[in-house]
């Protein structure tokens, strides 16, 4: 009798255990799967949702998990594409400051060419020069007052900055007197530093923008 009550003592000890071993592998199932799912949330990996559904706290617990990643996911893609929307703007703000600080600079480098012209020629009128020279001189330094004028509108234009370029207005003229034009404001002032030439060109017609290709030129 002993050794039978040993027998069922021991075969019942194996039973139990079998038994818990089977509960708890059931019980830490839906745990370990919730683990690793919140190790993945905690390295910003939102792609997996956990799969236990039950009745009870575990259950409830998971689900809340699968919420509480779908929320931070979605948070996360938003703020994403603010930053990436800021980044641009950011980018976009340098290249117009860029461009703002490239084109005054340039425009700058303009304004010493009329401002030289109108110099010299303002000079040669106060040296006392003939009537028919004193007019020509005068009639110059209204053209270059106004085109300084334009050059200074385009420089507080800030819609030509943010566009990245100067629209340019095209219209037929004929180049050839285009360059007799600009020869003729710089002949005098090229003949005062000792430096003489000509200008020869057959007449053609060209579709361009006139202040932009007369800046060119000059």
């Known amino acids: 009798l002993k050794y039978t009550y040993t027998v069922w003592f021991a075969l019942a000890l194996l039973a139990a255990c079998a038994v818990g071993i089977v509960f708890a592998k059931l019980l830490t199932k839906p745990v370990v799967e919730i683990t690793d799912i919140t190790k993945s949330m905690a ?126 207005v095209m219209a037929e003229y004929d180049i050839s007197e285009m360059l007799g034009s600009v020869y003729s404001r710089f002949e005098d002032v090229l003949a005062h530093k000792g430096i003489h030439g000509s200008l020869a060109c057959v007449p053609a017609v060209c579709r361009f923008d006139a202040d932009m290709i007369e800046r060119v030129l000059t």
């Open 43 to 168: 390295a910003l990996d939102f792609s997996r949702s956990c799969t236990y559904s039950a009745n009870d706290e575990i259950g409830e617990l998971a689900e809340n998990i699968n919420l509480l990643s779908g929320a931070l996911d979605r948070t996360i893609c938003k703020l994403r594409e603010a930053n990436d929307r800021l980044m641009h703007d950011i980018e976009r703000e340098r290249t117009l400051e860029r461009s703002r600080r490239e084109f005054v600079a340039a425009a700058s480098h303009e304004l010493k060419t009329p401002l030289g012209i109108i110099r010299a020629y303002t000079e040669a009128i106060a040296d006392g020069i003939s009537e028919n020279k004193r007019r020509h001189y005068s009639e110059v330094i209204i053209e270059e007052t106004e085109k300084m004028d334009r050059l200074v509108l385009d420089m507080l234009d800030n819609t030509k900055l943010e566009s990245g370029a100067q629209k340019p």
